[in-house]
């Protein structure tokens, strides 16, 4: 009997000491290491809450919230299976799209929430953003699949399978309606096809074959374009070809649309921009300054963009 009371007040004790370094240890956290004050009061209330919920039940209490905490560290920490809808690459990639004023004066950039680690207020953001149109936005909801908070990464993997699985749906429907269409519905599906594609693909939220695949689709949609009505392919059009191919290194193919393009375009700074980009890319001095001559001859105004791939092709 004596022997049985001692094992349960050793383990009282044994409890009681844990509990008490839990509590030292969170509160040391809570008042030294969180940059959140606005926070720093509910913090404390709920590690005081924990405290005594495992303070009263001795062991049943440790057993159950460090057992719910292991828990989550193993099932809800995990990469989604997003097998089969799209392939996360976690390769960093510099690529951004160009600035959106409205956004940002309302949204605090992605990058800069996962660098701060404000789990509160990456999670607003991410909230933010999912109620809005997200389809400008998931090159950043892509690096929100890194996060350390799960909560977080669970909602950036969610968007982003539900938007790639749209993609790919509508991608298929509308390159069936272009087939079985005529002109001039097939030039008007095939200009929605085009900038639809564009949006997704310029911020590199595919990565190997399944980008290089879908590169090509485009490809072939700009093609049929080309075919059914040239004069109706706008040089942005071709430019996004250009960029695109570029991507996947096809050089055969980025140099017949740059041809096609001086062709329709021979006034437009794009059409000089995209064969400048190419064979920069391509180390091609020859051809780089033989399209610098055309372009210089041509009487263009020269934007920042076109300068800049000069600059650093003069300096390599």
């Not at 001692?6 to 008490?20: E, G, K, N, P, Q």
Request: charged content about 30%; proline content about 2%.
């Amino acid at each position: 009997m004596e022997k049985s009371l001692l094992i349960v007040f050793s383990l009282v004790v044994v409890s009681t000491a844990i509990d008490i370094l839990y509590l030292l240890i969170s509160l040391i956290r809570n008042f030294v290491k969180r940059k959140d004050r606005q926070n720093k009061n509910y913090d404390v209330k709920k590690t005081i809450l924990v405290f005594l919920m495992m303070l009263f039940t001795p062991v049943i209490g440790e057993v159950f919230f460090f057992g719910s905490v292991l828990m989550q560290k193993i099932f809800f920490r995990q990469k989604s299976n997003l097998e089969g809808t799209a392939t996360f690459d976690k390769t960093k990639v510099e690529s951004r799209n160009p600035a959106n004023l409205e956004r940002d004066m309302n949204l605090v950039p992605m990058e800069e929430a996962l660098a701060v680690s404000d789990k509160t207020g990456l999670r607003n953001l991410m909230l933010s953003v999912v109620k809005g149109d997200v389809t400008q936005y998931l090159s950043s909801i892509t690096e929100a699949l890194n996060s350390e908070d799960s909560e977080t990464a669970h909602y950036a993997a969610s968007v982003l399978r539900d938007e790639l699985n749209n993609f790919n749906v509508h991608v298929t429907e509308l390159r069936i309606a272009i087939e079985k269409a005529n002109s001039p519905e097939k030039e008007a599906l095939c200009d929605q096809l085009l900038s639809f594609m564009n949006v997704f693909l310029s911020q590199n939220v595919f990565h190997g074959i399944e980008k290089e695949n879908y590169i090509r689709i485009m490809e072939e949609v700009g093609e049929t374009y080309y075919v059914t009505a040239p004069h109706e392919m706008t040089v942005e059009e071709i430019s996004w070809l250009c960029n695109q191919l570029m991507e996947i290194r096809d050089i055969e193919l980025c140099e017949k649309w740059g041809k096609r393009s001086y062709e329709l375009y021979s006034t437009s700074l794009p059409t000089y921009t995209n064969r400048l980009k190419l064979y920069f890319r391509m180390d091609d001095k020859e051809k780089f300054f033989e399209t610098l001559e055309e372009l210089k001859k041509s009487r263009i105004t020269v934007d920042k963009e076109t300068l800049e791939i000069i600059r650093m092709f003069r300096e390599a």
